[in-house]
């Protein structure tokens, strides 16, 4: 049996304290709030596997300060009305390991889905977001009245007005007294999605709330209703890669900032498939291996500055599994490699979308599972000069591994044999 020598140094001026060292499951294995159990889904949402968590701001323009969100969703509950994704969205341990999943990847907080005081099926997790947020220093989270709370209510033909009005004093009460809560110069932030049933009373709504909330409603239109505050983007369900929704959104913005003061939140994305969804129409947005997510903050990138800041964004969405937008598994970009080793030089073909690899990590192994890294190389780099990592001489199996950009797909390559002589 071949005995592999033991891995002893890097550069001879590189103490042992210095040397990276890892293994292959831990720069393998979950990394994210994703259940053990989840094995992927055909809409796109990947199987379990380790997410960059390079910082998301850094996908936006140099010196910005958008606070970032993540859209969640609270349907996945013991009724089984919804696909089966490994989790109940109102377990506390769930919603403890999804904000420090969040957090490690530069989210800022967490808009929930609420259904109101109509639904108890959901009313346990806005209540457990809140909490959590509040153990969590600096994490903020906001609800986001669904149009599926008045349901009840405009079956039986009651008053919808009534109902929302003592919804959100509930919400007042119970939310947004937290000092967790999102605020925007002291106001609470509350979203409405889709609430547009025209027998509500705006102007009674406002008059009867408390706390003087900011209304934020979805898509552009809103940046010119006068019963709210703002608009928050959503995502483009149109195929083209142009991504036409995101520039009428954020143009409509700025002719409205003109007239009044709104406030924005914009939108980035994976892509959307909603084959899984029992509401599902077959649309798909195809998320291009990783390039329609990177494409939405170039967007912002080229709407907003520095001197021009956006000032939130909301990412659509943290566990939409249904409808193919999550994130929280992480975003394939369908990287593969292939190392080969040429006397002292290691070199590596990749396929797949190259845009959304961050860097490359060198690592070498006597065993093939213990890693000591031997150095990072920028993404459009395909060699690495093995003798400059001064490694002592021995047999050693070397990997490669394309760190993606924030919470895309790291990849790890076979392992290519090497005798240092």
């Known amino acids: 049996?071949?005995?592999?020598?033991?891995?002893?140094?890097?550069?001879?001026?590189?103490?042992?304290?210095?040397?990276?060292?890892?293994?292959?499951?831990?720069?393998?294995?979950?990394?994210?709030?994703?259940?053990?159990?989840?094995?992927?889904?055909?809409n796109g949402n990947p199987q379990l596997g380790q997410v960059s968590k390079l910082p998301i701001r850094s996908l936006l323009y140099p010196g910005s300060t958008t606070k970032i969100y993540a859209?969640?969703?609270?349907?996945?509950?013991?009724?089984?009305?919804?696909?089966?994704?490994?989790?109940?969205?109102?377990?506390?341990?769930?919603?403890?390991?999804?904000?420090?999943d969040m957090i490690s990847r530069g989210i800022d907080g967490a808009v929930v889905d609420w259904y109101g005081t109509q639904r108890p099926e959901h009313a346990q997790v806005p209540v457990v977001f809140r909490e959590e947020a509040e153990d969590h220093s600096g994490f903020t989270f906001a609800i986001s009245y669904d149009r599926g709370a008045l349901k009840k209510c405009e079956d039986a033909h009651c008053d919808?007005?009534?109902?929302?009005?003592?919804?959100?004093?509930?919400?007042?009460?119970?939310?947004?007294?937290?000092?967790?809560?999102?605020?925007?110069?002291g106001r609470p932030v509350v979203f409405f999605f889709d609430v547009v049933?025209?027998?509500?009373?705006?102007?009674?709504?406002?008059?009867?709330?408390k706390g003087n909330p900011l209304f934020m409603n979805r898509n552009a239109h809103s940046f010119k209703s006068p019963e709210g505050d703002g608009a928050f983007g959503w995502l483009d369900r149109n195929t083209s890669p142009d991504l036409p929704y995101l520039d009428d959104f954020y143009k409509n913005y700025f002719a409205a900032r003109r007239s009044r003061t709104v406030l924005i939140f914009?939108?980035?994305?994976?892509?959307?498939?909603?084959?899984?969804?029992?509401?599902?129409?077959?649309?798909?947005?195809?998320?291009?291996?990783?390039?329609?997510?990177?494409?939405?903050?170039?967007?912002?990138?080229?709407?907003f500055s520095s001197s021009n800041q956006l000032e939130a964004l909301q990412i659509v969405?943290?566990?939409?599994?249904?409808?193919?937008?999550?994130?929280?598994?992480?975003?394939?970009?369908?990287?593969?490699?292939?190392?080969?080793?040429?006397?002292?030089?290691?070199?590596?073909?990749?396929?797949?979308?190259?845009?959304?690899v961050d860097h490359f990590a060198i690592y070498a192994s006597s065993d093939g599972r213990k890693l000591t890294e031997l150095g990072q190389v920028p993404q459009n780099t395909r060699d690495f000069k093995l003798s400059a990592a001064g490694v002592a001489?021995?047999?050693?199996?070397?990997?490669?591994?394309?760190?993606?950009k924030p919470s895309i797909l790291n990849k790890m390559s076979p392992a290519v044999q090497w005798q240092r002589n």
Not at 160 to 179: G, M, Q, W
Not at 325 to 345: A, F, M, R, Y
Not at 393 to 404: D, H, K, N, S
Request: hydrophobic share 35%; with cysteine.
């Open 317 to 356: 969405t943290w566990n939409d599994y249904e409808e193919g937008t999550e994130i929280e598994t992480g975003i394939d970009n369908c990287v593969q490699l292939q190392p080969t080793v040429s006397g002292d030089k290691l070199h590596w073909n990749i396929s797949g979308n190259e845009n959304a």
């Open 197 to 209: 049933n025209p027998s509500i009373d705006w102007n009674r709504v406002r008059a009867s709330v």
């Open 393 to 404: 001489p021995g047999q050693y199996r070397l990997f490669v591994e394309a760190v993606g």
């Open 1 to 42: 049996m071949l005995r592999i020598p033991v891995l002893l140094c890097l550069l001879a001026s590189v103490s042992l304290a210095q040397v990276n060292s890892t293994t292959l499951e831990s720069r393998t294995a979950n990394n994210t709030s994703t259940s053990a159990s989840f094995r992927g889904m055909y």
């Open 160 to 185: 919808v007005t009534r109902l929302l009005i003592e919804d959100l004093n509930y919400a007042y009460d119970h939310f947004e007294k937290s000092p967790a809560y999102l605020r925007q110069d």
């Open 71 to 100: 859209r969640v969703v609270s349907f996945f509950d013991q009724n089984k009305k919804h696909v089966d994704i490994g989790y109940l969205s109102d377990n506390r341990d769930q919603v403890r390991r999804q904000i420090e």
């Open 266 to 303: 914009g939108s980035v994305y994976k892509g959307y498939d909603d084959r899984a969804a029992s509401w599902g129409k077959g649309t798909v947005l195809p998320q291009n291996c990783g390039q329609t997510w990177l494409n939405t903050f170039a967007k912002i990138n080229h709407y």
